[in-house]
T-cell receptor
Framework: DGGITQSPKYLFRKEGQNVTLSCEQN?????MYWYRQDPGQGLRLIYY???????QKGDIAEGYSVSREKKESFPLTVTSAQKNPTAFYLC????????????FGEGSRLTVL | AQSVTQLDSHVSVSEGTPVLLRCNYS??????LFWYVQHPNKGLQLLLK??????LVKGINGFEAEFKKSETSFHLTKPSAHMSDAAEYFC?????????FGTGTRLLVSP
């Protein structure tokens, strides 16, 4: 079955540590996205990539980094520079950045202890 | 600037009664509008979309929404709620390649 796989589903981190969230898709989509979700707020865009080896900052990129070395993969690193990293992180993909139709993974919940 | 306002943070209904989730949008351009649903600890799933064709849009699971330009609204409705409809619903506006999400409406369905 085609879809998006995020791992891990739950992650605990100590302050000052970097952590990498995995996102893999087998939908053959060109565009991939990372969103952050906090209680009572809508989704906020962290980074997006429209093509391999290219990515752009979203609205809240500070303290995060990404790479897009393969079409299928778009990992997100939450660095120690991110002031408030505890959140639910969602990865998504779309066949075209113009459609607005996103396919989402099931999310990764990061908790900083 | 583009934005969406979801007028209710929570909506409670009884099973079998109608559902109305309200969304107003603001856009300088002709928008594309979407409703997404999110069940607890899951990703979002597209319910329906409006892209300047018919103003009444039908989606999955019996949901539909009507685009009203004069009221800048895109409310989501369902004639009869089911327990499985309990979830969070997001109204989204897309202009060019940018998506702007509303803050969500949590739908509670009681037996």
């Amino acid at each position: 079955d085609g879809g998006i796989t995020q791992s891990p589903k739950y992650l605990f981190r100590k302050e000052g540590q970097n952590v990498t969230l995995s996102c893999e898709q087998n939908l053959n989509h060109d565009a991939m996205y990372w969103y952050r979700q906090d209680p009572g707020q809508g989704l906020r865009l962290i980074y997006y990539s429209q093509i391999v080896n290219d990515f752009q900052k979203g609205d809240i990129a500070e303290g995060y980094s990404v790479s897009r070395e393969k079409k299928e993969s778009f990992p997100l690193t939450v660095t120690s520079a991110q002031k408030n990293p505890t959140a639910f992180y969602l990865c998504a993909s779309s066949s075209s950045p113009n459609t607005g139709e996103l396919f989402f993974g099931e999310g990764s919940r990061l908790t900083v202890l | 600037a583009q934005s969406v306002t979801q007028l209710d943070s929570h909506v409670s209904v009884s099973e079998g009664t109608p559902v109305l989730l309200r969304c107003n949008y603001s856009s300088s351009y002709s928008p594309s509008l979407f409703w997404y649903v999110q069940h607890p600890n899951k990703g979002l799933q597209l319910l329906l979309k409006y892209t300047s064709a018919a103003t009444l849009v039908k989606g999955i699971n019996g949901f539909e929404a009507e685009f009203k330009k004069s009221e800048t609204s895109f409310h989501l409705t369902k004639p009869s709620a089911h327990m499985s409809d309990a979830a969070e619903y997001f109204c989204v506006v897309s202009v060019r390649t940018k998506l702007v999400f509303g803050t969500g409406t949590r739908l509670l369905v009681s037996p």
